[in-house]
Structure formats: structure tokens, C-alpha cells
């Protein structure tokens, strides 16, 4: 891996420095977009900023700076939280029904907590799955295409006997939100102005029913998937 971490953290133990880190979609683009942009033209191009260019670098410098329980999600600035699972948790211990903490008991309560965000920042990414259910079955293979080109994997299928429908259970990472930008907006006119590559706007409904199902967040994902499929288990 680099180096690079080791001369930063040696400059930045010399000068005052403040150390923001954080979490968003694309953030070394973003970042990158920022500091070259606004940041260097308020603050000129003498001041010294240090960005981390790789994962491998972000966690190293976040270690060596932070303590985990310096740590926090802000979850108010996540607008795309309804689209993720909640954080993977671990048993923190077993409290037992006298009250001490035995293995070997019967528990009375398991505590639970949240992973930490550095430990996260090592965890591989985690696959979701998310249902779409459509009426243009005519259009099988070329949905099915779609949906191959956009990197999802189909997991299951379906055909409804009762309203004729096809369903797709795909999986990728981001799965729940990726698939909302796919089928695009349920307004055709703004599908079909705005989202001119989303399957709504490739296959548009004749009547005023809409063509396309999709989950909208995790819990919607849940229940349509344990509806549909009721006999597998859920992939997450």
C-alpha cells in the first residue's frame, strides 16, 4: 500500500491543523471537487490541505487522529438512508438473569451494538436486494437486458398467475436506490423529459395504471420480498 500517510501525519504533528473526516457517495470525488475549487480560492493557494486519495489512506489517517468513540453518524444528513439496511451490529454482551455476566447462563437480554464507523470502513461492501415487479411482459428480454447492463444480478423470478406480472429480485450494492433510478419517476411526461434512458420512459404505460413496481426503501423491500418469495431467505 502507500506511504503517503506517514509524511502527512509527520507534517500535521508540526503545524496547528484541524481534521474533518467524512462519509458520503463518490467522497473522493467530491472532496477532490471541493478542495480544488472553493476551498483554495477562499483561503489561497499557500494554505495547506491534505486529502486522502484511497480508502487505504482515509482509514490510516482516521486512525491515527480519531478515537472511535470520537466518532458519529449523523443520520439527519443521510437523505439515502431509507435505501441501506441498518448498520451490522454484534453482540456486546450477555446480561444474564442474576444479573452477571456467564456464557454458560441462559440470557434473560443480549446487548447489542452498533459497528463503529472505522471498524465499517474495513468491512466489505454489503450486497442488498430489491424487488421490480412490471406488466410489460412482452418486454422480457429487453428489461432483462437492462438490468444486466446496470450491473445487478437476478437472484430470482417470477411470473404472477393472478395479474400476469413479472417480478425480478435483483441484487447489487446500493441495489434499493440504483433500481429507483432505473425505472426512473412515476410522472411519464417528466420519465420521458428528465429520465429518457429509465424503463419507464422506454416502456411507457397506454393506459393510467403504471407498468412498474419497485421498492422504495428497505422496509418496503422486506415485506415485498418475504411476500413474493416467502419460502427463501432474504439476501442482504
Not at 491515527?64 to 449523523?74: A, G, I, R, V
Not at 437472484?155 to 425480478?168: E, K, N
Amino acid at each position: 500500500g502507500s506511504h503517503q500517510w506517514k509524511s502527512d501525519i509527520q507534517y500535521l504533528q508540526t503545524v496547528p491543523m484541524i481534521a474533518v473526516l467524512v462519509r458520503a457517495i463518490n467522497a473522493f470525488s467530491i472532496t477532490k471537487e471541493l478542495l480544488n475549487g472553493n476551498l483554495r480560492s477562499k483561503h489561497g493557494q499557500d494554505s495547506t490541505f491534505i486529502m486522502s486519495e484511497t480508502p487505504e489512506h482515509a482509514y490510516k489517517l482516521a486512525s491515527l487522529l480519531f478515537f472511535e468513540k470520537e466518532l458519529y453518524s449523523d443520520e439527519i444528513m443521510r437523505p439515502k438512508q431509507l435505501h441501506l439496511p441498518p448498520p451490522r451490529t454484534h453482540v456486546n454482551s450477555i446480561i444474564s438473569k442474576e444479573g452477571r455476566h456467564h456464557l454458560s447462563d441462559l440470557p434473560e437480554r443480549l446487548v447489542y451494538q452498533s459497528e463503529g464507523i472505522l471498524k465499517s470502513m474495513l468491512a466489505p461492501p454489503r450486497l442488498l436486494s430489491s424487488i421490480l415487479v412490471t406488466s410489460q411482459v412482452q418486454h422480457f428480454g429487453k428489461i432483462f437486458k437492462r438490468i444486466e447492463q446496470e450491473e445487478f444480478t437476478v437472484v430470482g423470478l417470477r411470473i404472477t398467475r393472478d395479474s400476469d406480472a413479472l417480478v425480478f429480485c435483483v441484487q447489487a450494492e446500493n441495489a434499493i436506490y440504483k433500481l429507483l433510478q432505473l425505472v426512473g419517476p412515476k410522472d411519464p411526461r417528466d420519465a420521458k423529459i428528465n429520465f429518457q434512458f429509465s424503463l419507464r420512459a422506454s416502456f411507457p404505460s397506454t393506459s393510467s395504471t403504471d407498468n412498474f413496481y419497485v421498492s422504495e426503501n428497505v422496509c418496503g423491500q422486506c415485506t415485498g420480498y418475504k411476500k413474493i418469495f416467502p419460502r427463501r431467505p432474504l439476501l442482504r
